[in-house]
C-alpha cells in the first residue's frame, strides 16, 4: 500500500489537472499508468499503424526543394526520435545511406565523393552534417556568382540596347530637321512665286486701266505720250 500511494503520487505530480481528473478515479498506480499509456500511446493496433506510417515516411523521405541541410537534418532526426519510441531503431550504416538518398540530384558529385572517401559504417552522423552544410555554402556561393554574371550581363545588352535606341531617335531627329528646313525652303519659294504673280497682275491690271492697247498709251486727246485723257492738260485747259 505504501509503495502504491507513492507511486500515485509520483504520477499525479507528474501530470495537469485536466489529466488529474482523468485518473482520478483509479485505485492502483498501474490503472492510472496503462490509462496514460492508452492516452498518449494509443493501444497496440493504434501503435502498428503508427509505426508503419513512419516507416513508409521513411522510406519516402526525400530533401523538400527549397529546403536547407540543416532543416532537413531536423526533420530527419524528428522522424527517427518517433520511430524508435514504437521500438524501431535503424543502424548507422542505414541512416548515412538514406541521407545521402533524400538529397537531390544536384548533390550527385559530393554523394560519389562521401562514398569514395569513407566507409558508410565509419561515418559519423555530425560530421556527415557539417560536411553537407560546407558544401551546400560553397553552392550557394557559385550561384550567387553566376546570378551576378547574369545580371551584368543582362544590365549590359539592356544599355547596349538604350544606347541604339537613343542614336537611332537621334538621327532620326536629324533627318526630320533636314525634312523640315527642306519643307520651309519649299514654302518660302512658294510664296514669293505666288507673291510675284500676284505683282505682275497688279501691273497687268493697272496697265489696262491706263492705256489703251489700240494706241500705244497714247493720250486720246492730245495724241502725246506720258498721260491719259483723264490727266491730259489739254483737256483741262
Known amino acids: 500500500l505504501q509503495i502504491n500511494s507513492k507511486a500515485k503520487t509520483v504520477l499525479y505530480c507528474a501530470i495537469n489537472v485536466s ?6 478515479s483509479c485505485a492502483t498506480a498501474q ?32 530533401m523538400v526543394e527549397g529546403e536547407c541541410v540543416r532543416d532537413m ?6 522522424l527517427l526520435n518517433e520511430l524508435q519510441a514504437l521500438g524501431k531503431v535503424y543502424p548507422n550504416d542505414d541512416v548515412v545511406s538514406k541521407i545521402l538518398l533524400a538529397l537531390p ?18 561515418i559519423d552522423i555530425d560530421e556527415l552534417l557539417g560536411s553537407l552544410i560546407t558544401h551546400e555554402t560553397a553552392m550557394k556561393k557559385e550561384k550567387e556568382a553566376i546570378q551576378n ?29 533636314d525634312d523640315d528646313d527642306d519643307d520651309d525652303d519649299v514654302a518660302l519659294i512658294t510664296r514669293q512665286f505666288q507673291s510675284y504673280l500676284r505683282m505682275k497682275k497688279n501691273q497687268s491690271r493697272q ?8 494706241n500705244d498709251g497714247r493720250c486720246f486727246n492730245c495724241k502725246k505720250f506720258g498721260h ?4 491730259c492738260p489739254s483737256k483741262n485747259t
Request: hydrophobic share 30%; proline share 2%.
Open 19 to 24: 489529466e488529474y481528473n482523468r485518473v482520478s
Open 31 to 62: 490503472e492510472i499508468w496503462r490509462k496514460l499509456e492508452v492516452t498518449y500511446e494509443g493501444t497496440k493496433q493504434v501503435k502498428r499503424s503508427k509505426a508503419l506510417m513512419l516507416r513508409q515516411d521513411y522510406e519516402l523521405f526525400k
Open 73 to 78: 537534418f531536423t526533420r530527419f532526426t524528428n
Open 105 to 122: 540530384p544536384s548533390w550527385s558529385p559530393k554523394i560519389t565523393a562521401i562514398q569514395e572517401a569513407k566507409d558508410i559504417e565509419e
Open 149 to 177: 554574371e547574369k545580371d551584368n550581363a543582362q544590365v549590359k545588352r539592356t544599355l547596349a540596347l538604350k544606347s541604339s535606341i537613343l542614336e537611332d531617335n537621334v538621327g532620326d531627329d536629324f533627318t526630320n530637321n
Open 207 to 214: 496697265s489696262n486701266g491706263r492705256f489703251n492697247k489700240a
Open 228 to 231: 491719259t485723257i483723264a490727266h
